[in-house]
């Protein structure tokens, strides 16, 4: 079971930048794909997160500015729009299925001022 993030970058205010994720392995179906970042010194948060059959939620920090795409069963993307300085964190990928939750390693996104 792997989950893999690509998309890392450095871009500056107000910039755009995407992220993706891929799920591979003996997984079951897949309920839930979502993406969280931890800023250095904070707790990881949730900031977008797609159900099966239920709205994409996102974290208010981000609503309106990103969008959450599953692109298939085992992929989902995270379009981020006029980023912030204080969007800069790594960001993780989640996967989740009747077993539990699986994690990527994280990518780094930076968003200079």
């Known amino acids: 079971v792997q989950v893999m993030e690509s998309g890392r970058g450095l871009v500056q205010a107000g910039g755009s930048m995407r992220l993706s994720c891929t799920a591979s392995?003996?997984?079951?179906?897949?309920?839930?794909m979502g993406w969280y970042r931890q800023a250095p010194g904070k707790q990881r948060e949730l900031v977008a997160a797609?159900?099966?059959?239920?709205?994409p939620i996102y974290a208010d920090s981000v609503k309106g500015r990103f969008t959450i795409s599953r692109d298939s069963a085992t992929t989902v993307s995270l379009e981020m729009k006029s980023l912030e300085p204080e969007d800069t964190a790594v960001y993780y990928c989640?996967?989740?299925?009747?077993?539990?939750?699986?994690w990527g390693q994280g990518t780094q996104v930076t968003v200079s001022s």
């Open positions: 989640n996967a989740a299925d009747s077993r539990g939750e699986f």
């Open positions: 392995g003996s997984f079951e179906s897949i309920k839930a």
């Open positions: 797609n159900r099966y059959n239920v709205r």
